[in-house]
């Protein structure tokens, strides 16, 4: 089993920054592919970004391209995701999610609120 952690959360005006950090524990996901997802109020939760195990391969909802950059420490265990430029259309829950044997293990998210 692993469990994901997310954090870096929170209030931030249009056009500013945040780093989401997500961490795992209980077992090494250095070896598989991690998703950000995101879920606003009253839509459904949307797939953000993905990132290969190796790190060498990533890909973005047509949204967040060019503003967010997935990356990740498999030394650490955490896969990231920064975001630059944020818009009040980006205010949702991230949550982290890494598909292991055919069961998708989630985090608990943590909200991110973009507004002036």
């Known amino acids: 089993q692993v469990q994901l952690v997310e954090s870096g959360g929170g209030l931030v005006q249009p056009g500013g920054s945040l780093r989401l950090s997500c961490a795992a524990s209980?077992?090494?996901?250095?070896?598989?592919?991690v998703d950000w997802y995101r879920q606003a109020p009253g839509k459904q939760r949307e797939p953000v970004a993905v990132?290969?195990?190796?790190?060498?391969?990533?890909r973005y909802t047509d949204s967040v391209k060019g503003r967010f950059t997935i990356s990740r420490d498999n030394t650490k265990n955490t896969v990231y995701l920064q975001m630059n430029s944020l818009k009040p259309e980006d205010t949702a829950r991230y949550y982290c999610?890494?598909?292991?044997?055919?069961?998708?293990?989630w985090g608990q998210g943590t909200q991110v609120t973009v507004s002036s």
């Open positions: 999610s890494v598909p292991i044997g055919g069961y998708r293990y």
């Open positions: 209980g077992s090494s996901f250095s070896g598989y592919v």
């Open positions: 990132i290969t195990s190796g790190g060498t391969t990533t």
